[in-house]
RNA sequence: GCCGAAGUGGCGGAAUUGGUAGACGCGCACGACUCAAAAUCGUGUACCGCAAGGUGUGAGGGUUCGAUUCCCUCCUUCGGCACCA
């Protein structure tokens, strides 16, 4: 008799021996065979593990176990990213320091953690608000700024009035305040940047030879935005009612930037944005009311506005005039808030006819249209295409990539522009004007220039005597301590940078300094890095597709250019996993939708809650929570305890199609491991099951092989099914089963017979059979027979497979 | 608007160098065991049809002996970007 299996107790006590026997202890510098296991680190919040988290971590470690089990040494760390609003947002709330409720939450996580039995050592753990970590992202900072990678400009946050604070984009909600839905404003603010559009091309280039899902290759590659073109420079019309400006300043040129500089004699305005320092500059006297008027309208205007608009097109002219570098004619300026700053060199040649914003302005504005390109009809509508230039003097006839060429060519002998490549990829903002983050290691001179912070002073530490209500200033500001360290060091009237960093500078190297053992001394030992890096495999959520994905491959990028580190991309291999939602909607706490495990981790165990998540369908989809199926799964693990060892006999041995499918599982169950499709490796284990149940006895051999393949779907089950067949050690320990190529052949096929196309029978011969026996055997079907008595015109046989007559 | 992914039984999902659509599981129905229930086991389960047979992978067309798979048009859902010059 077998008693049923226990879950609550096999589970502990495996986890209990797998402690006792130190065996996810990790040791970096032993082992022989790396491979660098990472998932994204959560956030410690104060809520509970939820089903999300466990789908998210417990299949990695399943994955992690099968790469274990084929002889790598996984390493497979876990930490905190814990610096971030919702603590701030807490301690605003209750007042309790961030410090506090942060620890109390990364505590509360690991012991459930520990619970789901995953194979994290948190010896290497880390958690990136200690000054042990943070001084690491202040050095990083150091060295930005040591290599001109880190610079101040003036740029705009987004304000709200009413509770004077900065707010990130996630707290703006059509244009207003999350908390008090006051409208945001946008407000000039000096921060501290860092150069990633210096590794625009690297990124891009890089992208290519990465094991990524091609749709965040793509997302990449949008984001970053390379175009081809030209940059062209207009003159300004020297015209006696211009503005008022000092002789040595006097503006002369607007330099533009066009991807179609083939269509230059189509030019019949410039565009400059509205905050182009150039315009109040350039504009008449007699012009400056309108077009200060409309500057005033468009800072009215949020992003969101002025994005929403899409058709109608606003502006104001100048007054002022451009010369055409050609053909000198005189163009007028304007500014419309079509025109970004951010983009390009904030000003456009607007050639109305092949281009659609420009052509709705120009209607909107009675502007002229000249057509030069043929090939469309430009009454109705811009043609943007591409086609035979006309109309363009020495481009006539020329079809478009080489009237580009041409002009490229004409304008740098004239000196009057160039070929250039623009990329939509901005500088990154790491300035925060927020409390709980890593604060900036930068200290004011009593002039106000910035300074870099010693290393010796490092970590440089966030003060703690700061009270968390929004004032309008950075919190850093209200502390004495913090003001008073830096004169102490510094000198009198030297201040410190108030902002503290974007938490996604914490994130972009801790792959790093997992590795780093909490080496104060050095980011990383060399050594450790050309061993580990770049990491096997990371899994995370495609909402950090851009973002996180490219200020980490940016930071290694200029690691290696600083020589820390000896590899350019930091993650060779990335997987997103799906998302597990709760009635079609995203599990969270303000929607009151969560799902705890909890409860189902009670009654079926770990095991079978995680393999559950598992059989759901593949990693990459998720999926909506339903709890209908994991009986389905609590039966499979039951049968299998009870069939596998009741049915396991020394001393037989296996039928020849015993054997077979045997081998097959092996092959799906590696294959599905290796791709994450855990789904199907469940289900061809529950097909061999169904096999070896209808077997009278198994060997034994079989029955350990079952048990190895289960072992990191089901990893306490497995050890307790591989103790009692009297398996020696941890099943984890064995090495992953291989199967035999001659043992997946089967001695005879069933070949499909088909006639026109339709199904009309089978037929089961000889795996050595010939094509023409096959094909004769095919026809002497009676079915078969019966719809080929008109003659058959085509005989097509696919080997092994079917059969297909035409008639 | 643009870019990308997806759409298969009552449900989750399998199957793609084009070759038996619906593996595996859930649910459901019937049966066995039971005084009974639960659990367990067995059988069946895409749709129409008594059957022969026919239909069927979002819709419509195309290529092919043969299409869930390739091509075109459209619809829906999800994700991303959003006046990018």
Redesign the pocket.
Known sequence: MHPEYNPSDVEAKWQKKWADAHEFEFDIKKAKNPYYLMVMFPYPSGAQLHVGHWFQYSIPDSFGRFQRMRGKDVFHPMGFDAFGLPAENYAIKTGTPPAKSTQENVDAMIEQFKRMGVMFDWKYSLNTSTPEYYRWTQWLFLQMHKHDLAYRKEGNVNWCPKDQTVLANEQVKDGCCERCGTEVIQKPLTQWYWKITDYAQRLLDGLENLVWP??TK??QQ??I?R?E?AEIIFEIANDEKRAPWAEDEAPSKITV????PDTLFGVTYVVL?PEHPLVEKITPEKHRGAVNAYKEEVKKKTEMQ??A??KD?TGVATGAYAIHPVTGEKLPIWIA????MN????A??AVPAH?E?DFAFAKEYSLPVIQVVDGGDITESAFTSEGIATNSEFLDGLPTKEAKKKMIAWLEDAEKGRGIINY?LRDWLVSRQRYWGSPIPIVYDPEGNPHPIPEKHLPWMLPTDVEFKPTGKSPLTESKEFIERTEKIFGKGWTPEFDTMDTFVCSSFYYLRYLASGDDKHLIDPTIEKKWMPVDMYIGG??H??MHLIYARFVMMALKDFGFVSHEEPFQRLVHQGLITNQGAKMSKSKGNVVSPDSFVEEYGSDVFRMYLM????FT?G??W?D??I???A??V??VWRLISEKSDAKVSDSRDVLMKLHRTIKSVTDGLETL?F??A??SL??LL?TL?SQEKISLETAQTFAKLLSPIAPHLAEELWSTLGGKGFVIDQSWPQFDHAQLQSDTL?I?V?V????RG?ITVDAKAKKEDIIAEAKKDP?VAKYIESGIK?E?Y?PE??V?F?V
């Open positions: 091609e749709k793509l997302m949008h984001w935005g175009s073109g930037f066009t991807t179609r944005a002025r994005t608009l899409e097109k808030d079509y025109v970004l983009y390009g060199t904030g456009v040649m281009d914003r939509r495609p909402e597709a851009t059989f759901m369908g593949p989809d999926g909506d339903s209908t199926g009986k389905g799964i039966r499979f039951q049968r499709h789904n199907t469940i289900a529950m097909e169904n149940e069933t499909v088909q026109n196309g339709k199904l089978d079915n085509k097509i696919v497979k079917l297909s035409v």
